[in-house]
């Protein structure tokens, strides 16, 4: 089935490890973005990606980075995890080829990321 | 970049009654405004969305409007049900460049009580 898949759905490291986050769409999507949000409030633009080989940073200040070699995958790192960064993190898709083009986003269920 | 203003953040209505949440919008040129709502839990889902040429869309019990004029727009639920309850979002998303991102509210908790 066509969707936006997120893994893992929970994860508890300790401070200081490397972790990713994976994020893949089978869709066909060009535009992808990673979104920070604490449960069930206000949701913060981290990353995003027109297509391969296309990474910004959003309007939330991360140090997390991303990768978009495949147009199907966008993973999200951390190089070293601090409790601070406990929170959900969700990818999104859309369809649009120009970011002219208005069209929904597709959110993943999530991972929902403790750090201790 | 484009700034999005959500009220209230919380609302609780009684079944059957309507509920109503408002968003205003800093950036002309914004063109796009979809809503979403998050169960406990669960991914944003968008339920609604509307373009600038368009100043109302109605969806069975759910409805939105636009006052380009005044940037604001709002989310109208009709016949409130225990299953609406979740966080709605708005959002604003421009046409150009950087304001090519969704720009999201900060949320509305609507609760609906029997």
């Known amino acids: 089935e066509a969707d936006i898949y997120q893994t893992p759905r929970y994860l508890v490291i300790g401070t200081g490890k490397k972790i990713t986050l994976e994020c893949s769409q089978t869709?066909?999507?060009?535009?992808m973005y990673w979104y920070q949000q604490d449960p069930g409030m206000e949701l913060h633009l981290i990353h995003y990606s027109y297509g391969v080989n296309s990474t910004e940073k959003g309007d939330l200040s991360s140090e997390s980075t991303v990768s978009r070699i495949r147009t199907e995958h966008f993973p999200l790192t951390l190089e070293s995890a601090r409790p601070s960064h406990t929170s959900q993190y969700l990818c999104?898709?859309?369809?649009?080829?120009?970011?002219?083009?208005?069209?929904?986003?597709?959110f993943g269920n999530g991972t929902r990321l403790t750090v201790t | 970049g484009e700034n999005v203003e959500q009220h209230p953040s919380t609302l609780s209505v009684q079944e059957g009654d309507s509920a109503v949440i408002k968003c205003t919008y800093s950036?002309?040129?914004?063109?796009?405004f979809p809503w979403y709502k998050q169960e406990l839990g669960k991914r944003p889902q968008l339920i609604i969305d509307?373009?600038?040429?368009?100043g109302e869309k109605k969806d069975q019990r759910i409805a939105v409007t636009l006052n380009k004029t005044a940037k604001h727009f709002s989310l109208h639920i009709t016949e409130t049900q225990p299953e609406d309850s979740a966080v709605y979002f708005c959002?604003?998303?421009?046409?150009?460049?950087?304001?090519?991102?969704?720009?999201f509210g900060t949320g509305t908790r609507l609760q609906v009580t029997l």
């Open positions: 950036d002309s040129a914004s063109n796009y």
């Open positions: 959002a604003a998303k421009g046409n150009t460049g950087t304001a090519s991102k969704l720009t």
């Open positions: 869709m066909g999507h060009d535009k």
């Open positions: 509307i373009r600038s040429n368009v």
């Open positions: 999104a898709s859309t369809p649009s080829k120009s970011p002219s083009y208005n069209s929904p986003l597709h």
